[in-house]
């Protein structure tokens, strides 16, 4: 059976006259005539009963049309899924986060791409380190966001922020009175060579911010003590307010952690801290437009 075989028999059924079904359906009445033979010799048997010129569909015809009619309304969803499909009314999204990473991006980045693709299915997932690996051996993610990373052939890079390090402490801490006001720095600037006897929570080391403080500590050679490392970044920063140590962090993460007390929060480094996070997919994957949407929308977040 094809759509065509199942609209011929169907308006036959629907008007019991050849020359009726022949013009619906925008074909003469001997070509219809003969499509109908070709399909009964085909059947092994008669779809229709004739009396003059009207044609009643015999027992095999109604079972024929019941069938056609189920498929006819199949081909019908199809058609409308694919319509919905292709002009992003529907989809799926599978998109990784580095831990924690999500929880300052997700709710900023997703009420407009919902509001404009509402029939889009996200799935977030939060992974470890190896993200990169992750992506590329995971068929089911359509991209990842993280951030430094040692670029790998099999995947497209793109950036989506670059963002500041920032050193917080609480904001009773004694040396909050060392913050200077310098030009080009948005943040009070600190020189992290004051800090050397400072207690610090750190990230581990595979963590990007992890191998930044390490990185700063071996520039300014100091050697601070470190009572905490966590993986967890809002619980570094909550642990800072508390007064347990000073830490760096995401400024991402400063602008979406909600604190019961303003932290006071500084530049450090020379030119300031930065690192660069990226949107990343394997090279050569297909993206609907959706999918490039998100990208877009995503890379507006820096500026929120």
């Given amino acids: 059976m094809n ?56 027992y095999l015809g109604r079972r024929y049309m019941n069938y056609a009619q ?12 694919l319509s919905d499909i292709t002009a ?16 300052c991006m997700i709710h900023k980045i997703v009420p407009e791409f919902h509001q404009k693709y509402p029939g889009v299915q996200i799935n977030f997932y939060e992974e470890s ?14 991209f990842a966001v993280f951030s430094e990373a040692k670029p790998h052939p ?41 800090m050397g006897n400072e207690p610090f929570i750190l990230h581990f080391p595979e963590q990007t911010t992890g191998k930044i403080t390490l990185e700063l500590f071996n520039q300014y050679e100091i050697h601070p003590p470190v009572p905490f490392h966590t993986r967890n970044t809002q619980a570094c920063a909550l642990l800072s307010q508390e007064g347990l140590g000073a830490c760096l962090i995401p400024e991402t993460y400063v602008k979406s952690i909600k604190f019961e007390r303003e932290p006071a929060c500084f530049s450090v480094g020379e030119h300031g801290t930065y690192s660069t996070l990226f949107i990343a997919y394997r090279k050569g994957a297909y993206l609907p437009s959706y999918a490039r949407d998100f990208i877009r929308i995503a890379q507006k977040f820096n500026s929120i």
């Fill in 154 to 194: 099999g995947l497209t890079y793109e950036m989506l922020m670059r963002e500041e390090i920032l050193l917080m402490l609480s904001p009773n801490h004694p040396m909050i009175r060392y913050g200077e006001e310098k030009s080009g720095f948005r943040y009070p600037w600190m020189n992290l060579k004051l």
């Fill in 3 to 58: 759509i065509q075989d199942l609209n011929y028999i169907l308006c036959i059924a629907k008007h019991k006259n050849l020359t009726k079904a022949a013009q619906e359906l925008y074909i003469s009445q001997p070509t219809l005539s003969k499509y109908l033979q070709k399909m009964e010799k085909e059947l092994n048997g008669k779809l229709f009963g004739r009396s003059g010129n009207c044609y009643t569909p015999t």
């Fill in 129 to 142: 380190s190896s993200i990169q690996e992750t992506l590329l051996l995971n068929d089911k993610l359509d």
């Fill in 88 to 103: 992003c009314h529907e989809g799926e999204l599978n998109i990784a986060f580095p831990h924690m990473r999500s929880s």
């Fill in 70 to 81: 189920k498929m006819l309304e199949l081909n019908h969803d199809w058609e409308k899924e």
